[in-house]
């Protein structure tokens, strides 16, 4: 042992604790281990190896370690001992990433029964239900977390979000400017005051975004200073520049994602390969939960559907769920890496529906919006899932919505979706985009071939021109009675937690529709490609 770790206990977890706030895991875990060599029984010193091992991306090793100090900090200290609610709330987040979201949720509540007001532990309880798509939960924990320590910009930032969740967008608008006090060159403050309203020409950003831009050195926080100020530009009518910041930092950020359509295009040969045998994934379900599958390209109109549906008196919204893509992969015990690829869709071959649909309403009960007896579930890419939901939940509903293809390349395209995502590396690249939808029109026609009668395909479009007319039929698809809040889905107040945050909170109206021809001469080849393919442009 170096004579750096051989000192007396309190000295070394006293050393792992500042090693871990310097954000030195490896010093952090070595400090943790020679502490528990001397004592196994230290509660804290398993607590701060997990945060180690969690920062080393070892999260089944953290857990165990986590749940280890929370077991000895039970037999050791009083319930509500600030070590207890700090050991809860961290392991309740280790538990977010191992995707057990019902275990995390118990271990909130009991973090925040015996939490104080540590702005870490708050923030972090916070963090959690906000991952659990709970963010009125959420909400009031980040602001004790910002009142107990304004000048930690991590915890304004999670408050500035969630009350743009909430359509608060002068509260929001006063934490994002104080994060860009802290830091002019911050892109999520950047990207979050951008899309938080409407830019004007008399109250816009984008002088500052321009400076920003030539000082951030950082290429993500250059990725999203483009798109918030294509976002301001676009709504300043500055189409030229809006294309600029769009093309320059999506040409950027997809030669560091290293992405090709190929990828895609096999998973989706292999999903239709797959269903079109009779002995693929077949065999009935009893399962009765009648989930409501809100699905489609994003940005095409699924939250605002999502809204329209979630404001029927008998239904909540569970929000964007990976239950069922992780229902698929966990049942196909397939190694491969990605959530789905020919690999996982062949090793589904003789699973049973029933059993996915169990998985799936397991899952999906875990989180909060999930809680009524019908919830719906509006993950866009659940497109590619419409068979295995078909047979897994027979009692589901199904809606898909459909955009006029040029605009939804175009909204896709100046939309950033989270960076670290896997889901949406082909929006980076226009034709990438346009060859996407091109996957997606293929899939849903082979879908209406397979299941006819099992998915309502709804046009945005239509819905824009007759609001009543297609919301009833929507809500007739959905088997449910009739209820006039539908047609003032603007009025409810639940959180919002996707780019169309604010536009759901605005009655409905046509502002969308055809924003791509302000970029026609820009989009000339993906017109051509959808000619060649016969994809009306009408």
Known sequence: M???????????????????????AHRCGQFAAAALQRDPASAEGHFLLAMALAESGRIALALQSSERAVALS????????????????HHARLLTLARQEAQARAAADAA?????????VLDTIGCVYARLSDHAAALPLFERAVAGDPSNMSFRYNLASTYGFFGRVADAEIHYEELLKANPEDGRAHLGLATLRRQTATGNHVARLETALQRANDPVD?????????????DLGDHAATYRHLSTGNRAHKAR????IESDEATVAAIETAFARPDYFSGDSGVADAPIFVIGLPRTGTTLVDRIISS??????????????????????????????????????????QDVGIAYVQRARQHGGAQAPVFTDKFPLNFLYVGFIARALPEARIVCLRRHPMDSVWSTYKTLFATGSPYYRWSYDLMDTAHYYLLFDRLMAFWARQFPGRVLELGYEALIADQEAETRRLIAHCGLSWSDA????????????????????????ADSVGKWRAYADRLDDVTRLFGKNGISLD
């Open 2 to 24: 170096s004579s750096a770790l051989a000192r007396p206990d309190s000295e070394t977890i006293r050393a792992a604790r500042d090693a871990l706030a310097d954000g030195d």
């Open 74 to 89: 039970r037999e050791a200290s009083p319930p509500a001992s600030p070590a207890m609610a700090e050991y809860l709330a």
């Open 112 to 120: 925040l029964a015996s939490a104080g007001e540590d702005p870490l």
């Open 222 to 234: 250059r990725l999203r200073i483009h798109y918030a100020a294509a976002k301001e530009y676009e």
């Open 257 to 260: 994602l290293g992405y090709t």
């Open 312 to 353: 029927h008196p008998q239904i909540q919204s569970a929000g964007e769920l990976q239950a069922m893509p992780l229902a698929v992969k966990r049942l196909s015990q397939s190694p491969s890496r990605l959530v789905l690829d020919p690999d996982t869709i062949e090793a589904m071959h003789d699973v049973a529906p």
């Open 486 to 509: 539908c047609l003032a889905f603007h009025k409810n107040t639940a959180a919002v937690a996707t780019p169309s945050a604010q536009q759901v909170r605005q009655p409905l109206n």
